[in-house]
T-cell receptor, first 115, second 112 residues
Framework: GAVVSQHPSRVICKSGTSVKIECRSL??????MFWYRQFPKQSLMLMAT?????????EQGVEKDKFLINHASLTLSTLTVTSAHPEDSSFYIC???????????FGSGTRLTVV | GQNIDQPTEMTATEGAIVQINCTYQ??????LFWYQQHAGEAPTFLSY????GLEEKGRFSSFLSRSKGYSYLLLKELQMKDSASYLC?????????????FGTGTRLQVFP
């Protein structure tokens, strides 16, 4: 079945630094990638949608200059959290879809802790 | 707007049956998904309903009523490993080409 590899699985960074999270579709072409954030005991909140080769569409309230999304190829999308602060500490998950494929394939998630 | 509601928490006993409800109000509808998520892990796909009726898959079944904006996930013969969060998600636009809107999630605890 379809697999999305997400890494790192865990990262701890200092406040003010930037962190990059990668999601790779291993056996299919991910035409669309969704990035979610999940706080403890809460559901997934969509941050942005990115289509290969075009700019990401951000949900209301999500700062596009802080959460940089790149989807330059059909197999790789990245989320960079810039100038991270403790309140950015969360679980970030990507999800990919492909034309003609069934369902949404999730990455394994990244636990970000900003200290 | 988009609104998807689920109970926050539920408890049940091993071997029992539990039904997790989901109601939705979205700008469009092109299918409803149920996912299981264990703490600290990514969601795993359980079911997809786009037509009214019941879809059965082993111990899990999912029901949809589009006219009522309602779905439920039925878990039979509960096992301890079924303790997890269950997420209801709606695809509001054309299938596979738009975002999934997730409900609040239901944390299920299964006791011996």
């Amino acid at each position: 079945g379809a697999v999305v590899s997400q890494h790192p699985s865990r990262v701890i960074c200092k406040s003010g630094t930037s962190v990059k999270i990668e999601c790779r579709s291993l056996d299919f072409q991910a035409t669309t990638m969704f990035w979610y954030r999940q706080f403890p005991k809460q559901s997934l909140m969509l941050m942005a949608t990115s289509n290969e080769g075009s700019k990401a569409t951000y949900e209301q309230g999500v700062e596009k200059d802080k959460f940089l999304i790149n989807h330059a190829s059909l197999t790789l999308s990245t989320l960079t959290v810039t100038s991270a602060h403790p309140e950015d500490s969360s679980f970030y998950i990507c999800s990919a879809t492909s034309w003609g494929d069934y369902g949404y394939t999730f990455g394994s998630g990244t636990r970000l802790t900003v200290v | 707007g988009q609104n998807i509601d689920q109970p926050t928490e539920m408890t049940a006993t091993e071997g029992a049956i539990v039904q997790i409800n989901c109601t939705y109000q979205t700008s469009g509808f092109n299918g409803l998904f149920w996912y299981q998520q264990h703490a600290g892990e990514a969601p795993t796909f359980l079911s997809y309903n786009v037509l009214d009726g019941l879809e059965e898959k082993g111990r899990f079944s999912s029901f949809l009523s589009r006219s009522k904006g309602y779905s439920y996930l039925l878990l039979k013969e509960l096992q301890m490993k079924d303790s997890a969060s269950y997420l209801c998600a709606v695809s509001p636009k054309s299938y596979n080409t738009d975002k999934l809107i997730f409900g609040t999630g239901t944390r299920l605890q299964v006791f011996p």
